[in-house]
Nanobody
Framework: QVQLVESGGGLVQAGGSLRLSCAAS????????MGWFRQAPGKEREFVAA???????????DYADSVKGRFTVSRDNAKNTVYLQMNSLKPEDTAIYYC?????????????????WGQGTQVTVSS
């Protein structure tokens, strides 16, 4: 089991930026697929971004259409940490953001494809 701890959420005005961090336990972090999901009140948890190992030192980043061009996912394997840089934030980005880990590679966009989850961090974007 992988332990995940998110941080970096908060209140920001529309057009602003935040960077979320997710620290993970686990000796093979570099080969995990790391995902970010979000859940707004009254809505289902939805895919935001994922970062998956494709071999050697290469990774592939995948994004939901709603955040493409504004959000960037990255990782620091030396720190066992994955990041979500969020720019040009909109009020509709307001949600609890969750980090997730899967011990498989691939384009994983479904909640059930991930094995472990963090506790979530609140992001609120004011208009």
């Amino acid at each position: 089991q992988v332990q995940l701890v998110e941080s970096g959420g908060g209140l920001v005005q529309a057009g602003g930026s935040l960077r979320l961090s997710c620290a993970a336990s686990g000796r093979t972090f570099s080969r995990y697929t790391m995902g970010w999901f979000r859940q707004a009140p009254g809505k289902e948890r939805e895919f935001v971004a994922a970062h998956t190992w494709t071999g050697g030192i290469l990774y592939y980043a995948d994004y939901a259409d709603s955040v493409k061009g504004r959000f960037t996912v990255s990782r620091d394997n030396a720190k066992n940490t994955v990041y979500l840089q969020m720019n040009s934030l909109k009020p509709e980005d307001t949600a609890i953001y969750y980090c997730a880990a899967a011990q498989t590679t691939g384009v994983l966009r479904v909640v059930g494809e991930y094995d472990d989850w963090g506790q979530g961090t609140q992001v609120t974007v004011s208009s």
